[in-house]
């Protein structure tokens, strides 16, 4: 990182994986994947920053759930259901 950003160290860990394969028939339960997550990240500030009252730095944890997204019948991802995907 350049010096003057102000970070004096960043480093961080995803982690991911598929926890439960469902098959199904019909419209709304062709079947689906669902995973399982960890994200951390820390970040510690040069002086600049700690002058500037923002403390030595921060750490963020948290773990999370996901769903693959829904295709349309062209095997395009449309997110989680037909017409209101992100």
């Known amino acids: 990182l350049p010096p003057q950003c102000g970070v004096k160290n960043a480093k961080g860990i995803w982690k991911m994986k598929r ?3 469902w098959e199904g ?3 709304e ?3 689906g994947e ?5 994200f951390s990240f820390s970040i510690s500030y040069d002086g600049m920053y700690r002058k500037a009252g923002h403390g030595s730095g921060s750490t ?3 773990a999370f759930w ?3 997204a829904m295709k ?3 095997g395009k991802e449309i997110g ?3 017409g209101k995907g992100i």
């Open 80 to 82: 989680l259901g037909p």
């Open 19 to 21: 926890v439960w394969i």
């Open 72 to 74: 349309d019948n062209t």
């Open 60 to 62: 963020c944890r948290f």
């Open 25 to 27: 028939e019909g419209e």
């Open 66 to 68: 996901g769903v693959r």
């Open 34 to 38: 669902l995973f399982e997550g960890y």
């Open 29 to 31: 339960t062709d079947g």
